[in-house]
């Protein structure tokens, strides 16, 4: 409900920003991950090649598994889900899945997604399960469910509306400070929303490349 809230006020603070920073490049240089430049105009007809590329570079592939078999979410080869649901489910967080705005993938990039995962056969091989250390949690839970998604993309790699944190070039205690330097009108940012312990696990996920099966 907060988050519907917040809505019109992202949209301004996006505009804001994307007035100041014009110039700036929307994704992170970084070599970890280099969110592709969406596109605008959808393609004329569904194109499921275009749909396992998109499926690829954005992760997908991760967490559903190659071939949309499923592993850390479930089985998206031949889903029955219908295209409306489908969509939904891309643009929401249900963690550990990032919510992917339109900036990230337009509808026509999700439909192209769509028609390839219906063009695969279900299947009932399952991709094992992540294996994580001892006392770790899957960072991009703590991501999230942390709500950092919703301004920062996905995987962190930057938005329109906030600055990649991949592979941050602050030190920890800077990364901190930065992060509560304005908690009322980023509520996200304070320590009710997330503890200094979990920020602290969450800078070094970022650090260490923000791996979509990393632990933190
Ligand atoms: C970090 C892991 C992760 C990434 C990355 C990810 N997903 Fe998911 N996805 C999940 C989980 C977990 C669920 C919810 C549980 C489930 O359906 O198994 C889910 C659910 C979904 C659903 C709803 C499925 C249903 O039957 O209700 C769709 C559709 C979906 N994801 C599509 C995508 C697409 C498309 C991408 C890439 C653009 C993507 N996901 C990236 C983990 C991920
Ligand atoms: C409502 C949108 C929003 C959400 C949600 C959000 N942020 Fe931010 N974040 C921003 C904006 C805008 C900035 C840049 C302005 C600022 O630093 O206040 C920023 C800046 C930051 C910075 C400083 C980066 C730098 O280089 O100075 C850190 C660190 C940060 N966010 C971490 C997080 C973490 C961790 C979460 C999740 C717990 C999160 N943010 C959730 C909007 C958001």
């Given at each position: 409900m907060r988050r519907l809230l917040w809505i019109p006020l992202l949209l301004l603070l996006g505009t804001a920003l994307a007035a100041c920073e014009d110039?700036?490049?929307?994704?992170?240089?970084?070599?970890?991950y280099q969110a592709p430049e969406p596109t605008t105009v959808p393609a004329a007809a569904p194109a499921p090649d275009r749909g396992q590329t998109l499926y690829n570079t954005w992760r997908c592939a991760g967490c559903h598994g190659e071939q949309a078999?499923?592993?850390?979410?479930?089985?998206?080869?031949?889903?029955?889900?219908p295209f409306e649901q489908f969509v939904q489910a891309v643009r929401q967080t249900r963690p550990p899945k990032p919510a992917f705005s339109t900036a990230e993938l337009t509808d026509g990039d999700v439909r192209d997604i769509y028609a390839w995962v219906t063009s695969l056969p279900a299947s009932a091989e399952v991709a094992a399960a992540v294996q994580l250390g001892p006392g770790e949690v899957l960072g991009m839970s703590v991501w999230t469910q942390s709500g950092c998604?919703?301004?920062?993309?996905a995987f962190a790699q930057g938005s329109p509306y906030a600055p990649a944190l991949?592979?941050?070039?602050?030190?920890l205690d800077d990364f901190l400070a930065a992060l509560r330097?304005?908690?009322?009108?980023?509520?996200?940012?304070g320590p009710d929303a997330i503890s200094d312990e979990w920020a602290a696990r969450l800078y070094r996920w970022l650090v260490a490349g923000a791996s979509i099966t990393g632990g933190c």
């Open positions: 110039d700036q490049p929307r994704t992170s240089p970084d070599s970890a078999q499923g592993q850390v979410g479930g089985a998206l080869a031949g889903t029955t889900l998604d919703a301004c920062h993309g991949v592979e941050t070039d602050l030190s330097r304005d908690v009322t009108t980023i509520p996200e940012h």
